[in-house]
Nanobody, 127 residues
Framework: QVQLVESGGGLVQPGGSLRLSCAASGFTLKDYYAIGWFRQAPGKEREGVSCISSSDGNTFYADSVKGRFTISRDNAKNTVYLQMNSLKPEDTAVYYC???????????????????WGQGTQVTVSS
């Protein structure tokens, strides 16, 4: 059974950090699946935050998180991470990871391009 499970969300003060994890089971990420992190705030559309290709680690960051967020993958653990630093109240949202079958250097920034989704983890940035 293909499954993505996010973890690591929570409540953090502005300027703080969190690391989100996206653990895959039932399939192997390395060389086969590109991963994206998306977020959705109440009343807003789901937006792409960061993406990483399946093979060479080619990455994308939305302008709003560039320089603050870092996406990485641990192939041995079949897990992708999103390190979030210098968090702002506007980063508050439910964060989702998603996977799409893809080889090479490609990443995908639109939700409709993805096949598998996790259940989401809440991130709240507030003092």
């Amino acid at each position: 059974q293909v499954q993505l499970v996010e973890s690591g969300g929570g409540l953090v003060q502005p300027g703080g950090s969190l690391r989100l994890s996206c653990a895959a089971s039932g399939f192997t990420l390395k060389d086969y699946y590109a991963i994206g992190w998306f977020r959705q705030a109440p009343g807003k559309e789901r937006e792409g935050v960061s993406c990483i290709s399946s093979s060479d680690g080619n990455t994308f960051y939305a302008d709003s998180v560039k320089g603050r967020f870092t996406i990485s993958r641990d192939n041995a653990k079949n897990t992708v991470y999103l390190q979030m630093n210098s968090l702002k109240p506007e980063d508050t949202a439910v964060y989702y990871c998603a996977a799409v079958l893809s080889s090479g250097s490609y990443y995908y920034t639109h939700p409709h391009e993805y096949d598998y989704w996790g259940q989401g983890t809440q991130v709240t940035v507030s003092s």
